[in-house]
């Protein structure tokens, strides 16, 4: 069974400073895509970034890249010089080879920028 | 505008009334998909459809229904809702399924309230 662990249920950083939130994954899948997305207060859900298992590099989207450490099976993000509308919930979410028509999203992280 | 638009944003009702919940998109996607938001518990698959006429159960499926009649709609039936199915719930579509870099967009989502 595939799986996906967020360990942080919320967390607090200083405006511009770094921060890293944590996600763990489970698959027996050799083939599988790791995504992340925001969703501020207002609602939406925003597609963040993406990591592919056989990818090469970690992934990177301006201030957010993806620590991918696949032997630990993890996929952190991480959003450099934070700022305030970084305040918002995230979520991370695997689609496996095996049953890749299904998505699992990990339980979220609510992350709340102090100015 | 791309987009992936749910209807109604806001639902109030009492158990046992049937209801629908649209979803529609304008992308030409061939894979749609329903979630439940529920605090702590992250989004959960409920349904999916991978094209016309296809689709299969998710991770939470039960008291739901769906339909898959054109490639643009997908529809979320609530049979006979019961309070246990009040949630968020989000329509996403994407280009296809599979592991690679599908991102899936999703709609502004339905807050539903079973009395």
């Known amino acids: 069974a595939q799986k996906i662990t967020q360990t942080q249920p919320g967390m607090f950083v200083q405006e511009k400073e770094a921060v890293t939130l944590d996600c763990t994954y489970d698959t027996s899948d050799p083939s599988y895509g790791l995504f992340w997305y925001k969703q501020p207060s207002s609602g939406e859900m925003i597609f963040l970034i993406y990591q592919g298992s056989y990818d090469q590099q970690n992934a990177t989207e301006g201030r957010y890249s993806l620590n991918f450490q696949k032997a630990r099976k993890s996929a952190n993000l991480v959003i450099s010089a934070s700022q305030l509308g970084d305040s918002a919930m995230y979520f991370c979410a695997m689609r496996g080879y095996s049953s890749a028509s299904k998505i699992i999203f990990g339980s979220g992280t609510r992350l709340s920028i102090r100015p | 505008e791309a987009q992936v638009t749910q209807n109604p944003r806001y639902l109030i009702t009492v158990t046992g009334k049937k209801l629908t919940v649209t979803c529609s998109q304008n992308m030409n996607h061939e894979y749609m998909s329903w979630y439940r938001q529920d605090p702590g518990l992250g989004l959960r698959q409920i349904y999916y459809s991978m094209n016309v006429e296809v689709t299969d159960k998710g991770d939470v499926p039960e008291g739901y229904k769906v339909s898959r009649k054109e490639k643009r709609n997908f529809p979320l039936i609530l049979e006979s809702p019961s309070p246990n199915q009040t949630s968020l719930y989000f329509c996403?579509?994407?280009?296809?399924?599979?592991?690679?870099?599908?991102?899936?967009?999703f709609g502004a989502g339905t807050r539903l309230s079973v009395l």
């Open positions: 996403a579509s994407s280009l296809s399924g599979g592991v690679s870099k599908n991102i899936q967009y």
